[in-house]
């Protein structure tokens, strides 16, 4: 349901900007990961997950766009694919639904040894060591099937969830607590959404082109360049907080351990204010990380990706690559 909302939001934009063209919403496809939901998500291989199949039928021509939530994209797509447009970011914050009985409480003022579900190592990483009090334990299936688990049985006092998902679902009154960057870090490109496309249909980039958000770009090219450089994916938990101000994109990044006893995090920021240039030609199509970005100078988009690399590179120095092949190795032995 929400994988539909999300492709009917793009749509509606593109028919308001080209009323002349005809839209079809083709193909309602599960995916891998739609199917497997008795395992953990950093359990079953990486983040073509919620992928592939979908450009199985871009590579056929059976479509010539697919909608994705930005943060399952992996940050090297396969040849021949490219994200053509990042529309604007909803709130990339993470938020707690509470159990009806837990109405009006924030995760601080739950009962000792409360089970909190989530299926990110990231969140249980960073929230096991700000509430060591709370239990912290795998919950799968879309959004209705979580909640449903929440409210209708007694397994858990609250669980965690994207506020932009809830959001786009019109479920933003479930809302309990919104957790700031200082609670929790969200995940890379998290609240965004991607139209990934054929790399070489120029007729189509140019077309999604219109819908990118250059705020939202340059943001999320700086945080998966970050996670491409750290070798981040499901399996360790990797997080980010991203602002453009002024000019400046500020990026804060950091490493977990699985029990979040072990961490690194740093921010660092660059300028990304560059005019746009005449880019005719064959620089148009500079990918970075898997983003096409016709119509945000490439100076900029170069400084994000930059960015992401150092701030990345600065962890690593820190022994953020040992903190992360720990994280790898003891979930791959749960």
């Keep these: 349901q929400l994988a539909r909302i999300q492709t009917d939001s793009v749509v509606e934009m593109l028919r308001e900007l080209y009323p002349d063209l005809r839209f079809e919403i083709a193909v309602a496809m599960s995916t891998t990961g739609d199917k497997i939901l008795d395992t953990a998500l950093s359990k079953i291989g990486e983040k073509s997950l919620f992928t592939k199949e979908l450009e199985n039928a871009l590579e056929r021509n059976e479509v010539d766009l697919?909608?994705?939530?930005?943060?399952?994209?992996?940050?090297?797509?396969?040849?021949g694919f490219t994200i053509g447009a990042v529309c604007k970011r909803e709130n990339p914050l993470d938020a707690v639904v509470f159990h009806p009985k837990n109405?009006?409480?924030?995760?601080?003022?739950?009962?000792?040894?409360?089970?909190?579900?989530t299926s990110s190592l990231r969140r249980a990483a960073q929230l096991k060591k700000k509430f060591p009090q709370l239990e912290f334990r795998d919950i799968r299936g879309n959004l209705n099937t979580r909640?449903?688990?929440?409210?209708?049985?007694?397994?858990?006092?609250?669980?965690?969830l994207a506020a932009a998902g809830l959001?786009?679902?019109?479920?933003?009154?479930?809302?309990?607590?919104?957790?700031?960057?200082?609670?929790?870090?969200?995940?890379?490109?998290?609240?965004?959404?991607?139209?990934?496309?054929?790399?070489?249909?120029q007729e189509i980039l140019n077309m999604v082109s219109a819908l990118q958000d250059a705020?939202?770009?340059?943001?999320?090219?700086?945080?998966?360049?970050?996670?491409?450089?750290?070798?981040?994916?499901?399996?360790?938990?990797?997080?980010?907080?991203?602002?453009?101000?002024?000019?400046?994109?500020?990026l804060t990044g950091a490493v977990y351990s699985l029990d979040g006893s072990d961490s690194l995090r740093e921010t660092m920021q660059a300028s990304v204010n560059y005019p746009p240039q005449n880019e005719d030609g064959p620089n148009d199509d500079v990918q970075h990380v898997g983003i096409t970005a016709k119509n945000v100078p490439g100076q900029a988009q170069e400084a994000a990706e930059n960015?992401?690399?150092?701030?990345?590179?600065?962890?690593?120095?820190?022994?953020?690559?040992?903190?992360?092949?720990?994280?790898?190795?003891?979930?791959?032995?749960?």
Excluded at 66 to 79: M, Q, R
Excluded at 104 to 115: F, H, I, R, W, Y
Excluded at 174 to 198: F, K, N
């Design 66 to 79: 697919v909608v994705h939530s930005l943060k399952d994209l992996p940050t090297s797509l396969p040849p």
């Design 215 to 250: 705020d939202t770009v340059l943001c999320c090219i700086a945080e998966r360049a970050f996670m491409k450089r750290l070798e981040g994916g499901c399996s360790v938990p990797v997080a980010v907080n991203s602002m453009l101000k002024d000019g400046q994109l500020y």
């Design 147 to 160: 909640l449903k688990k929440l409210d209708e049985k007694e397994d858990f006092s609250a669980i965690i």
């Design 307 to 334: 960015l992401g690399v150092e701030l990345a590179s600065l962890l690593l120095s820190k022994g953020a690559k040992h903190i992360l092949s720990v994280a790898r190795q003891l979930n791959d032995a749960r």
């Design 167 to 201: 959001k786009r679902m019109g479920w933003e009154n479930r809302i309990g607590q919104l957790l700031s960057p200082e609670d929790c870090l969200y995940a890379v490109g998290q609240g965004a959404l991607a139209v990934e496309v054929r790399a070489k249909d």
């Design 103 to 117: 109405c009006g409480k924030t995760l601080s003022l739950l009962p000792e040894k409360s089970v909190i579900g």
